[in-house]
């Protein structure tokens, strides 16, 4: 199966921090996504990036949330300033590569705990 | 917006059942896809679906998309303890985004 790796895996920071989150995703795709699940409930959709532009945000992507592509390969989510309610484990996505959409693949996540 | 829901919520089963679990949408959908997840990881993905009436199977699981498109269902045949894990559902309309149930917790007694 393609492989998306996230970094790091779990990520502690005070309420007020910024953190940036990483995607490598998989090879040669322009397509990227970010979604986040909270503690026991579903899957929510944040974002979609293709060819270096937001394509689709949902209304949690809101001002303090932002996305780039900084070098070429490397994904980032950036959260300006946490909330206590942005804990939670967040997922980057690419569909198979040769495919515009459809068989989104998940990478292992990264746990973001804000205190 | 999209909404999905995903029956049953969890299942207690024996090893070697079979296992049934669906999603339902007022909206119409144009690819359903089927995840696993486990404890601290990523959805892994199951099965896609493309057409309506698609009926796909990879190994013990099967999986249809509902003529209306707007339903879409999962089995899985003799159960074995590594199918335990959350199942989800996810249906793509016309946007990128995947729209996802609340889950199907499946536990398996050995």
């Known amino acids: 199966e393609p492989e998306v790796t996230q970094t790091p895996s779990h990520q502690v920071t005070q309420m007020g921090q910024e953190v940036i989150l990483r995607c490598v995703p998989i090879s040669n795709h322009l397509y990227f996504y970010w979604y986040r699940q909270i503690l026991g409930q579903k899957v929510e959709f944040l974002v979609s990036f293709y060819n270096n532009e937001i394509s689709e945000k949902s209304e949690i992507f809101d001002d303090q949330f932002s996305v780039e592509r900084p070098d070429g390969s490397n994904f980032t989510l950036k959260i300006r300033s946490t909330k206590l309610e942005d804990s939670a484990m967040y997922f980057c996505?690419?569909?198979?590569?040769?495919?515009?959409?459809?068989?989104?693949?998940f990478g292992q996540g990264t746990r973001l705990t804000v205190v | 917006g999209q909404q999905l829901n995903q029956s049953p919520q969890s299942m207690f089963i024996q090893e070697g059942e079979d296992v049934s679990m669906n999603c339902t949408s007022s909206s119409i959908f144009n690819t359903w896809l089927w995840y696993k997840q486990e404890p601290g990881e990523g959805p892994v993905l199951l099965i896609a679906?493309?057409?309506?009436?698609e009926l796909t199977s990879n190994g013990r699981l099967t999986a249809q998309f509902g003529i209306t498109r707007k339903d879409s269902f999962l089995n899985i045949s003799a159960s074995i303890p590594s199918d335990v894990g959350i199942y989800f559902c996810?249906?793509?309309?016309?946007?990128?985004?995947?729209?996802f149930g609340k889950g199907t917790k499946l536990t398996v007694n050995p």
């Open positions: 996810a249906g793509q309309g016309g946007s990128e985004k995947l729209v």
């Open positions: 679906l493309y057409k309506a009436g």
């Open positions: 996505a690419s569909p198979r590569a040769g495919t515009l959409r459809g068989e989104a693949f």
